[in-house]
């Protein structure tokens, strides 16, 4: 049998009892609740008490005091059967989510930093791992079939389309050599060579027209020295920087010597004469402050704000995070 604290969140209306109690309203759906919750039974028994009383030969005094006599009956039950002792446990149970929901968000900056923050064993694991898939990737080339007429010729990894001649409403086009994208992963010298049309970015030509007249020097105008200078920034997890070039086979011979590669790749690329190369690569955020400031001594203008800077050792704080970096190398018209 129910007590009239589990009870007393399920009970029924007075107004459904009452018409529960009368046989000709009688709603069979909760016969079962009111024979087993004591509480509708108090109900049902003080409507029969009431009945009883109406029906009885006393005068109105006399049912007034049965009236009363009855009503403090009702008052007279424990204190802990009158009060809603369920509204308690409801309360305790929005306290314990509220204090599950503040400890978990708390938590969440904690995770977010583990999450981003990839130990060394994990990024040697990864560069092997992607290294095993290049390799076999390049030892066994799918076989290249001619598409029906009238649908575009897409080129394969490693093939790049000398036709290919993007349109800008700037004006300006790449002497029909599209870009070439290059990954590099790792550090290690491996270099994935890929067509800019395999990429899936569509290169915007015009997109930095307006900064091409930009000299090293003017880096002021840019507003780059507006900068707040903290000492204890961090270089970001990606960074990308466009950098314009006289000749785009520079900055690949520089980087070169620097990786201290002797990938045939690198000479692939070298030896073509596209106006930009796409370059992406995986490396600490020491060695990326020191090859940005190799490249500003070779005097390639760098075009974007984003840090590092050349010389910016001074406000970096450099952790030897690994930082992923992408190159945009541009020729100059």
């Not at 409403?169 to 049309?197: A, D, Q, W």
């Not at 314009?244 to 030896?271: C, F, G, R």
Request: hydrophobic share 35%; aromatic share 6%; with cysteine.
């Amino acid at each position: 049998m129910k007590s009239a604290k589990a009870s007393c969140a399920e009970c029924p209306s007075s107004e459904m009892l009452s018409s529960w109690y009368d046989r000709e309203l009688r709603d069979c759906r909760i016969d079962e609740h009111v024979a087993t919750c004591d509480e509708c039974r108090r109900v049902i028994a003080a409507y029969h008490s009431l009945d009883n009383m109406l029906s009885s030969n006393l005068g109105m005094g006399g049912r007034s005091e049965v009236i009363i006599r009855s009503v403090l009956d009702q008052l007279k039950r424990p204190l802990l059967l009158r009060f809603p002792v369920y509204k308690l446990s409801l309360v305790a149970g929005l306290v314990i989510i509220a204090t599950t929901l503040v400890v978990a968000i708390n938590k969440l900056p904690e995770n977010g930093v583990a999450a981003n923050t990839l130990s060394p064993d994990a990024v040697d694991a990864t560069a092997t791992e992607t290294d095993t898939v290049a390799a076999t990737t390049a030892t066994t080339a799918p076989e290249v079939t001619d598409k029906p007429a009238g649908l575009p010729q897409v080129p394969t990894v490693g093939e790049t389309r000398s036709t290919f001649a993007p349109a800008s409403r700037h004006g300006r086009v790449f002497n029909n050599n599209p870009p070439v994208l290059v990954r590099s992963i790792g550090g290690n010298g491996r270099i994935e060579l890929m067509s800019m049309e395999n990429s899936g970015r569509t290169p915007n030509a015009g997109v930095w027209t307006e900064n091409l007249n930009f000299k090293s020097g003017n880096r002021k105008q840019a507003g780059i020295a507006n900068r707040q200078l903290d000492r204890q920034r961090n270089v970001g997890n990606f960074v990308r920087h466009v950098w314009l070039v006289n000749d785009t086979a520079s900055p690949l011979k520089a980087l070169k010597m620097y990786t201290e590669s002797d990938d045939e790749l690198l000479d692939q690329l070298i030896a073509r004469a596209s106006d930009r190369y796409l370059l992406q690569m995986m490396l600490s955020d020491k060695d990326l402050q020191s090859l940005v400031n190799r490249f500003d001594a070779l005097e390639f203008n760098l075009l974007s704000p984003s840090e590092p800077q050349p010389s910016d050792y001074q406000t970096l704080k450099f952790t030897g995070k690994n930082v992923k970096y992408e190159i945009d190398i541009i020729r100059k018209e």
